[in-house]
């Protein structure tokens, strides 16, 4: 007989809370107003969240854009049923042009070969097409620099079939209040975006959850947020101490098992390489959760997860499949009982933040890690 779904479950556990998405989204549109359109960044899974049903959840609370990085993750939004605007961020390969107009969805361009592409496949299909124009103005990253573009909207106007819908950029520094570059490099976005012709009919846009939380002047006509729409600020725990009104809502859990409870002496070397040997009589609590599952190997001798509401070390490497923490202080411990990787247990709570700087990394990787590595389901 086949197993029945129930089952065959993992150990390890990813829960979204669909109300913690719901409440983020509406709390930040709030904050920027009912006239200034947000982008879900949905890419990445959505951040780990998963993006067909992220994407659903933030189109019932009011959504109706969405930003993608390749054209694979838009195409795939679409035939989930999921409506708006699909903005695919990172462009596409030649040959791919025609999806935009079998998907309905928006190119952010940032090369004269789009251009011609995009034209030619709107031609073939009697129809327009819009696109977003992407900027550099201080990222370092993808985008045409600011004095190429005259240029570049000249050729734009050469080719029928494509027009210019709006004009974006990307902030590098956002994420700290007291940097200067943020502002500076505003200053700069805006001389870009009175460059284009017919501007009341651009749609601008540049901030990202960082802009929107600490330089609201910057939100222009869109915004584009991720990492605030799943409950976590861009520059870690020290978001919560700038943000006074209500706070975001982290939506992401990890749980797994204990598998094996046992006993071992004075001096024993614990996991591989023997890099931590206990130093008494340790009980130890065994769990099916390592590297393999995006608990990285950098979180031996580190980490700390909740068991039965305390908190419990990581000691000795984390494996692929394993990894051992000492419950030597918690009383009645057994094979079964539930492990917090990342949430909350009795009074207790293990944040992405926190375990982010055990990684020596950001929260974002750390979401994108637990949440594309395991088991998710949706509460």
Same mark, same amino acid.
């Given at each position: 007989?086949?197993?029945?779904?129930?089952?065959?479950?993992?150990?390890?556990?990813?829960?979204?809370?669909?109300?913690?998405?719901?409440?983020?989204?509406?709390?930040?549109?709030?904050?920027?107003?009912?006239?200034?359109?947000?982008?879900?960044?949905?890419?990445?899974?959505?951040?780990?969240?998963?993006?067909?049903?992220?994407?659903?959840?933030?189109?019932?609370?009011?959504?109706?854009?969405?930003?993608?990085?390749?054209?694979?993750?838009?195409? %795939?939004?679409?035939?989930?049923?999921?409506?708006?605007?699909?903005?695919?961020?990172?462009?596409?390969?030649?040959?791919?042009?025609?999806?935009?107009?079998?998907?309905?969805?928006?190119?952010?361009?940032?090369?004269?070969?789009?251009?011609?592409?995009?034209?030619?496949?709107?031609?073939?299909?009697?129809?327009?097409?819009?696109?977003?124009?992407?900027?550099?103005?201080?990222?370092?990253?993808?985008?045409?620099?600011?004095?190429?573009?005259?240029?570049?909207?000249?050729?734009?106007?050469?080719?029928?079939?494509?027009?210019?819908?709006?004009?974006?950029?990307?902030?590098?520094?956002?994420?700290?209040?007291?940097?200067?570059? %943020? @502002?500076?490099?505003?200053?700069?976005?805006?001389?870009?975006?009175?460059?284009? %012709?017919?501007?009341?009919?651009?749609?601008?846009?540049?901030?990202?959850?960082?802009?929107?939380?600490?330089?609201?002047?910057?939100?222009?006509?869109?915004?584009?947020?991720?990492?605030?729409?799943?409950?976590?600020?861009?520059?870690?725990?020290?978001?919560?101490?700038?943000?006074?009104?209500?706070?975001?809502?982290?939506?992401?859990?990890? %749980?797994?098992?204990?598998?094996?409870?046992?006993?071992?002496?004075?001096?024993?070397?614990?996991?591989?390489?023997?890099?931590?040997?206990?130093?008494?009589?340790?009980?130890?609590?065994?769990?099916?959760?390592?590297?393999?599952?995006?608990?990285?190997?950098?979180?031996?001798?580190?980490?700390?997860?909740?068991?039965?509401?305390?908190?419990?070390?990581?000691?000795?490497?984390?494996?692929?499949?394993?990894?051992?923490?000492?419950?030597?202080?918690?009383?009645?411990?057994?094979?079964?009982?539930?492990?917090?990787?990342?949430?909350?247990?009795?009074?207790?709570?293990?944040?992405?933040?926190?375990?982010?700087?055990?990684?020596?990394?950001?929260?974002?990787?750390?979401?994108? @890690?637990?949440?594309?590595?395991?088991?998710?389901?949706?509460?």
């Amino acid at each position: 007989m086949i197993p029945s779904p129930s089952s065959t479950r993992s150990f390890n556990q990813v829960s979204i809370d669909s109300s913690a998405l719901q409440a983020n989204f509406w709390m930040l549109q709030q904050k920027v107003g009912k006239d200034i359109r947000i982008m879900a960044m949905v890419k990445a899974d959505a951040y780990g969240h998963g993006m067909i049903e992220t994407a659903r959840i933030f189109a019932g609370a009011g959504c109706d854009s969405f930003g993608v990085a390749e054209i694979e993750e838009g195409i %795939t939004l679409r035939c989930a049923g999921i409506q708006g605007q699909i903005f695919v961020l990172l462009g596409f390969q030649v040959s791919q042009e025609q999806l935009f107009f079998d998907y309905d969805l928006t190119p952010v361009i940032f090369d004269y070969q789009a251009i011609e592409l995009l034209s030619q496949a709107a031609v073939r299909n009697g129809k327009e097409i819009t696109v977003h124009l992407k900027v550099d103005c201080g990222m370092g990253r993808l985008g045409i620099n600011p004095s190429e573009l005259p240029d570049f909207l000249a050729h734009l106007e050469r080719f029928p079939g494509i027009s210019l819908a709006g004009i974006m950029s990307h902030f590098p520094m956002a994420d700290d209040p007291t940097s200067r570059q %943020t @502002l500076e490099m505003f200053q700069k976005y805006k001389q870009v975006c009175g460059q284009a %012709t017919h501007r009341s009919l651009i749609l601008c846009h540049i901030a990202n959850s960082g802009g929107v939380l600490y330089y609201p002047e910057t939100c222009c006509d869109m915004v584009r947020l991720g990492i605030s729409l799943y409950g976590y600020y861009p520059d870690g725990t020290k978001g919560k101490q700038h943000d006074s009104a209500e706070k975001l809502v982290p939506a992401m859990s990890f %749980t797994t098992q204990v598998i094996q409870v046992k006993s071992v002496p004075a001096g024993t070397g614990i996991s591989y390489g023997h890099t931590f040997i206990t130093g008494q009589e340790t009980r130890i609590a065994v769990l099916p959760v390592g590297y393999a599952d995006g608990f990285l190997r950098t979180l031996s001798n580190k980490a700390q997860v909740l068991i039965k509401g305390q908190r419990a070390r990581i000691i000795g490497r984390v494996c692929m499949n394993l990894c051992m923490a000492d419950i030597s202080g918690i009383e009645g411990v057994k094979a079964g009982d539930q492990v917090v990787i990342l949430g909350s247990q009795g009074a207790e709570t293990v944040t992405a933040d926190e375990i982010a700087a055990w990684m020596g990394t950001i929260s974002y990787e750390v979401l994108c @890690l637990f949440g594309n590595n395991n088991e998710r389901n949706s509460i």
